[in-house]
Nanobody, 117 residues
Framework: QVQLVESGGGLVQAGGSLRLSCVAS????????MGWYRQAPGKQRELVAR???????SYSDSVKGRFTISRDHIKHTVYLQMNSLKAEDTAVYYC???????????WGQGTQVTVAS
């Protein structure tokens, strides 16, 4: 079992920045690919960014160049640095942990990000 606790959401003006954090506990952190997803009202949950155990990253086209995902293996934490925020980035952001075997998948409770235009 993996427990994920997100923090760092809030209200920010367009063009501003926020950093989300997700602390993982309960299992071997390095055995999981960590990701951030988001879900806006009336829309499906979508992948924002992922980081592998080795530090490889991938991003959705909508955030590429503005968001940066990273992970700290000592603190068991994954971060999402969000810059140049736009109104369309408004959503609930969820932390995700997927085991390397793809047999286990865990979600955090979500943190609200609201970008005022």
């Amino acid at each position: 079992q993996v427990q994920l606790v997100e923090s760092g959401g809030g209200l920010v003006q367009a063009g501003g920045s926020l950093r989300l954090s997700c602390v993982a506990s309960g299992s071997i952190f390095s055995m999981y690919v960590m990701g951030w997803y988001r879900q806006a009202p009336g829309k499906q949950r979508e992948l924002v960014a992922r980081v592998t155990d080795g530090g490889g990253t991938s991003y959705s086209d909508s955030v590429k160049g503005r968001f940066t995902i990273s992970r700290d293996h000592i603190k068991h934490t994954v971060y999402l640095q969000m810059n140049s925020l736009k109104a369309e980035d408004t959503a609930v952001y969820y932390c995700n942990a997927e085991h390397l075997s793809r047999t286990q998948n865990y979600w955090g409770q979500g943190t609200q990000v609201t970008v005022a235009s």
